[in-house]
Structures are given as structure tokens and as C-alpha cells.
């Protein structure tokens, strides 16, 4: 899978795949989309912020990708 999703490819993918199912946002597929959800995690709505933050350590887990940022730990912790 390259970089880009395509909207076939997103159209797809199954819930679980989403940080945010509900809204099919921030898809991780695998572990460079992982490195692109913790890359854009600012533009996540303020309140969706630590759902976001659990579902990218638990994929970066699933993956083996160190996310090091501590915004996103301490999202995750809330």
C-alpha cells in the first residue's frame, strides 16, 4: 500500500482501521499511516483528542512504531 489511500481503498477499509471510526478519520493500515495519524494528531478536535491518542498507541503497538510524543501520552492517559 503507498502512501496515499485512495478513495476505493478508504471506501474499503473496515471501522476498525480508523483512530476515530465514527468519523473514518485517521486511518492506519499500516505503520507509515500510523507515523502520518501521530503527524497530523493536531488537527484532531479538541474533545477527540485522548480517543485519538489510545487508538494510535494501539496501532503504533500493533506495528512496532515508538511514537514519542508526549502530547499524544498524555492525551492517551486522560
Known amino acids: 500500500m503507498s502512501d496515499k489511500i485512495s478513495y476505493e481503498e478508504r471506501k474499503d ?9 465514527e468519523r473514518r478519520e485517521y486511518p ?15 488537527y484532531c478536535p479538541e474533545d477527540l483528542k485522548p480517543k485519538l491518542a489510545r487508538a494510535i498507541l494501539q496501532r503504533a503497538q500493533d506495528y512496532g ?7 499524544i501520552r498524555s492525551y492517551a492517559r486522560q
Open 13 to 21: 477499509m473496515p471501522d476498525s482501521v480508523f483512530g476515530l471510526p
Open 28 to 42: 492506519m493500515p499500516d505503520a507509515a499511516h500510523v507515523r502520518a495519524a501521530e503527524a497530523y494528531f493536531r
Open 65 to 71: 512504531v515508538d511514537i514519542e510524543s508526549p502530547t
